[in-house]
Structures are given as structure tokens and as C-alpha cells.
């Protein structure tokens, strides 16, 4: 490819801005690719939205992925491509979950306020800017203490017009899980609200990348531009997702200790088969046992080992099986 087609097939655009102190800026960017000929373009928009979480970095690999494969092959981009990958970018540089300085965490601030306080008001620039898009993709991490397989979690009121995009995400896992309170603020809510279908995508852990999950996620998004005449690149599925309505069971420590696990994430797993253990470095003995209640797929797993009573350890997918233990498992992101 030539350096003018690489600079024509993307430019970067402002989102938003705020001043700060000192004639300092807060911006907001974003990436906005279209076709090289504009005959070509189907238009449709898919906007990419990672980074608001400043502590889940896996999005980032996505973003540079799919950003990589258009530039690498322009001639089989067939809609516009808008990528924002630090909406958060002070938690990113500070490696905080929220907005440093203000305690807030973003994903709980959406739609925002154009009329509202400094943070409501480039909060609301961004939704603007993202809302109209034909799909928005909101990826996220999990945190420091959990490993996620990738996945896609869908409120139960979306379910019908999401659900049919979800399965060609090239996922592991799609988890409808009951509308919370909290989901009113979110990203994902908001758009959806608004009319722009929006997929909340999680995966791996936090601070980390996984690099085999990176390109599962880029893969799946251009399978689904590929269906919706955005991309006529090849594409192939390597995953074909399970479909969970709350069927889990949380395995939560009854001890605190060091989590040791005795299986890897990503398995299926037999009732009564052990989990771990949770040790006592002190003395060298168990304070307890983790054992699978029941049959079914280990789609989360502790990553972080010190534990204390409480402690989210894993989740086990179930089918067929109501929700039996209480944990933080379909909370938003």
C-alpha cells in the first residue's frame, strides 16, 4: 500500500475537550476510517469503544488489531470504521479504573450532561459522537482479581435486538443476565436507549493483554462488519458461543488465605471435581477445600490469589440450572 492511500484510508478527529489547569487540555480522539472510494461505502458506522476503565488494557490490543488489518488491506473496507481507544485517558496513564482526581467511575456517568459539571460535559461530547453509529462494540477487561473467557453480557430488555449480533462476535460465552439499576448509566445502556446497538464485550484480565483473545475479538468484529457489508475481506469463526441466561453458580471462599487453583480457566468441569484450595502459608495446611457444585463450564477463575471470606473464586456456567449463589456476576461493566 502506498504512504497516500495509508494516509487517506484514516484520519484522527477530536472528540472531546476540556481545559484543565495551567492552559492544559483533556482530549478525546478517536481514529475515523472509511474507503478509499467513497462510491464504495455502504453507510454504515461501527464505532469502537475501549479504554473507559483506565485499568483494563485488553481493548487496546483490539484497537490496534483492527486498526492494523484495514490499514493493511483498505480495498475491502465497505463502511466506516470509528475507533476510540482511551475514553478514559487519564485512568489509562494512571492505570486507575475511574477518572483520577474526580473519584468518578466513567461508566457510570453516560449519557452525561452538556450543560452539567466538567466531567458530565466531555462525558456527553463522546456520546454524541458515538451515538448513530449501526453497532457500537464497548470492550473491557475484567479486573486484576478474575480471568474471563471472552464474552458478550446483554440485559434481558435488549436481548431480542442484540442477541443475533452477539453470536457473530466469535465469542466463547453471551451471558443475558437481569437488568440492574446501575445499568441505567452505562455506555451500553445509554446507546441502546438512544437507538445505537451497543455489545458490551469482556475479556481476560485486567492490567494484562491476551493476545490470543485479542485476535478472537478482532476476528469476530470483522466477521460481524463482514455480515453487515462493511468489510468484504475473508473472515472465519473459530468459536461458536454458548448461550447463558443466568444459569451460574459462584464458587465465593468461605476463608482467607492464598487461592491455589488445581484446573485451568476455560474447562468443563465435573460436580465434585476440585477447584483448590485455599492455603495457609502460615502453617502449611488447607483452610478449605473449592469443589464444583455442579457439571458445567468454568468461564471465570480467580487471578489474583490472596483471598478473604467472600472472595469471588470463579463461575461455573450451568445449563439448565437457575442461579443459585449471589456474586458479582451480571453487574455492567
Known amino acids: 500500500m502506498s504512504l497516500e492511500a495509508e494516509q487517506n484510508i484514516g484520519r484522527l478527529e477530536k472528540v472531546a475537550g476540556i481545559s484543565l489547569p495551567v492552559r492544559e487540555q483533556l482530549i478525546l480522539r478517536k481514529m475515523h476510517l472509511e474507503p478509499l472510494d467513497a462510491a464504495e461505502n455502504s453507510g454504515k458506522r461501527i464505532s469502537l469503544v475501549t479504554g473507559i476503565h483506565g485499568d483494563e488494557l485488553e481493548g487496546q490490543l483490539v484497537a490496534y488489531l483492527v486498526n ?32 483520577p482526581g474526580f473519584d468518578l467511575d466513567m461508566n457510570r456517568t453516560f449519557p452525561g450532561d452538556a450543560e452539567g459539571a466538567m466531567t458530565e460535559y466531555y462525558v456527553n461530547q463522546a456520546f454524541e459522537d458515538i451515538k448513530g453509529s449501526d453497532f457500537a462494540i ?11 473467557l471472552p464474552q458478550v453480557r446483554i440485559s434481558e430488555e435488549t436481548q431480542d435486538s442484540l442477541l443475533p449480533y452477539a453470536g457473530l462476535l466469535n465469542l466463547d460465552f453471551i451471558w443475558i443476565h437481569s437488568a440492574a439499576t446501575v445499568l441505567q448509566s452505562t455506555l451500553a445502556y445509554s446507546l441502546n436507549h438512544a437507538g445505537t446497538r451497543c455489545l458490551v464485550v469482556e475479556m481476560g484480565v485486567g492490567m494484562r493483554l491476551t493476545q490470543a ?55 468443563h468441569v465435573r460436580k465434585g471435581e476440585r477447584i483448590g484450595v485455599i492455603a495457609d502459608p502460615l502453617t502449611g495446611t488447607d483452610r478449605e477445600t473449592i469443589q464444583a457444585p455442579e457439571d458445567g463450564l468454568l468461564f471465570t477463575l480467580r487471578e489474583y490469589p490472596v483471598v478473604y471470606p467472600g472472595s469471588l473464586l470463579g463461575r461455573i456456567y450451568v445449563p439448565g440450572e437457575a442461579q443459585k449463589s449471589e456474586g458479582n456476576g451480571g453487574e455492567a461493566k
Do not use: K
Open 68 to 99: 492494523r488489518r484495514i490499514r493493511e488491506h483498505p480495498e475491502h473496507l465497505r463502511g466506516t470504521v470509528d475507533i476510540y481507544p482511551a475514553m478514559n485517558p487519564l485512568g489509562i496513564n494512571t492505570i486507575e479504573r475511574g477518572i
Open 138 to 148: 464497548d470492550l473491557h477487561a475484567s479486573n486484576i482479581f478474575l480471568r474471563e
Open 213 to 267: 483473545y485479542a485476535a478472537q475479538v478482532t476476528e469476530g468484529i470483522f466477521h460481524l462488519m463482514h455480515s453487515e457489508g462493511m468489510w468484504n475481506g475473508e473472515t472465519g469463526l473459530t468459536h461458536a458461543p454458548v448461550t447463558c441466561r443466568d444459569e451460574v453458580e459462584f464458587l465465593n471462599a468461605n476463608a482467607a488465605g492464598i487461592f491455589i487453583p488445581s484446573v485451568e480457566h476455560d474447562m
